[in-house]
T-cell receptor, first 111, second 113 residues
Framework: GQQLNQSPQSMFIQEGEDVSMNCTSS?????WLWYKQDPGEGPVLLIA?????ELTSNGRLTAQFGITRKDSFLNISASIPSDVGIYFC???????????FGAGTILRVKS | KAGVTQTPRYLIKTRGQQVTLSCSPI?????VSWYQQTPGQGLQFLFE???????NKGNFPGRFSGRQFSNSRSEMNVSTLELGDSALYLC????????????FGPGTRLLVL
């Protein structure tokens, strides 16, 4: 199936550091969503973006909908141990309206 | 408000058997989507139901089917199980069909031996 290119695949960072991850595609999207998944649980929605250029924050998290509508990034500032998990981007395609997911970024935080 | 619930949480089956998974959406949500999650393929869309009708379908074989009841609860069925069907099956609910904000359940982990 169609996938977004999400990078990096994994990160192992020191507590307190900032984190950045992104998703890119050759397709155009109407919506970008960022989810976090903890072990044994389903993904939890962190941030939803609905128009090109939109920049939205949720606490220490900030995400942006790329101007080209083909990419999005998520930043986490001052990481803490509970930020550990898998972060997924998801985009709703302009054509067909399906929601497609990135492969995920595994975040590990060293305290 | 209770979240999305899925039953069972864990299941072990053998090849050739069939399985039925259940999903109860958030109260008031009418759309239910199903996904298969595996380490190698990530999250793959199976199908979406809204008002008891399948609205969208992913690229899975006919062995995977689903349905939705009048109370918006949904079931998915996999017949003639294969080893490769071992995965976490996630259900997500939203207010309306193709609604951007989907809320996921905890998933059903299926192991096929």
């Amino acid at each position: 199936g169609q996938q977004l290119n999400q990078s990096p695949q994994s990160m192992f960072i020191q507590e307190g550091e900032d984190v950045s991850m992104n998703c890119t595609s050759s397709s155009i999207f109407n919506t970008w969503l960022w989810y976090k998944q903890d072990p044994g649980e389903g993904p939890v929605l962190l941030i939803a973006l609905y128009k090109a250029g939109e920049l939205t924050s949720n606490g220490r998290l900030t995400a942006q909908f790329g101007i080209t509508r083909k990419d999005s990034f998520l930043n986490i500032s001052a990481s803490i141990p509970s930020d550990v998990g898998i972060y997924f981007c998801a985009g709703r395609l302009e054509y067909g309206n399906k929601l497609v997911f990135g492969a995920g970024t595994i975040l590990r935080v060293k305290s | 408000k209770a979240g999305v619930t899925q039953t069972p949480r864990y299941l072990i089956k053998t090849r050739g058997q069939q399985v039925t998974l259940s999903c109860s959406p958030i109260s008031g949500h009418r759309s239910v989507s199903w996904y298969q999650q595996t380490p190698g393929q990530g999250l793959q869309f199976l199908f979406e139901y809204f008002s008891e009708t399948q609205r969208n379908k992913g690229n899975f074989p006919g062995r995977f089917s689903g349905r939705q009841f009048s109370n918006s609860r949904s079931e998915m069925n996999v017949s003639t199980l294969e080893l490769g069907d071992s995965a976490l099956y996630l259900c997500a609910s939203s207010l309306a069909s193709s609604e951007e904000t989907q809320y996921f359940g905890p998933g059903t982990r299926l192991l096929v031996l």
